[in-house]
């Protein structure tokens, strides 16, 4: 999915009259979907690959290891790509709805499950980071991270959905 979908699935929901997004309203979609956008922020994950591309090598046995394990590239790409998934979700939410109390822990969805993908995956920006941790420590770790993502991601989507319909919201829209 996408972070910046799960910024427009919560705007809807933001819009929606209270307890209809699930089921009449739009985005008309149950809250684990806003979950999986959460969880999956492709944008990021797409640059991951692509930096990886660059800073990784790939032998004849099909064994894959980084070119310079103390890579600044490395430590830059995972540091700024967690930046980033904040950014995409921060200006989409702020374009297409009101800023809320609760879109601060919405913000660390995305950047959080960025960590975990790179936690899973071997010969990630996540093993420059962290190259000490062992294959069982970051799996665990990453699995426990992935299942308490999904549960916040599930129950805010479930906060918006009953939240009151903001006045300032319907005004922005009618103007337009």
């Known amino acids: 999915m ?6 427009a699935l919560t705007t809807r929901r933001e819009k929606a009259s209270p307890g209809t997004s699930r089921s009449s309203s739009s985005p008309g979609v149950k ?3 806003d979950a999986f956008a959460a969880l999956v922020p492709a944008e990021v994950l797409s640059l991951h690959a692509l930096i990886i591309s660059y800073t990784t090598t790939t032998t004849a046995d099909k064994r894959t290891t980084i070119t310079d394990a103390g890579s600044p590239a ?6 700024g790509l967690i930046v980033i998934s904040i950014i995409l979700y921060v200006s989409a939410r702020i374009k297409g709805g ?10 660390l969805i ?8 790179t936690m899973l995956q071997r010969s990630t920006a996540f093993d420059a980071v962290w190259p000490a941790l062992s ?3 970051r799996t665990t770790a990453a699995l426990l991270l992935s ?3 999904a ?4 129950a805010l989507a479930f906060q918006v959905d009953k939240k009151p319909i903001n006045q300032m919201n319907i005004n922005k829209a009618a103007a337009k």
Do not use: I, K, N
């Open 2 to 7: 996408s972070t910046l979908t799960y910024a």
């Open 110 to 117: 995305p950047p959080l499950a960025f960590v975990g993908w």
């Open 98 to 107: 009101q800023w809320d109390s609760w879109d601060y822990c919405r913000a």
């Open 31 to 33: 809250t684990y979907v």
């Open 151 to 154: 549960g916040a991601a599930s």
């Open 74 to 79: 490395l430590h830059m790409a995972f540091y």
């Open 147 to 149: 299942v308490l993502l």
């Open 135 to 137: 294959v069982e420590q």
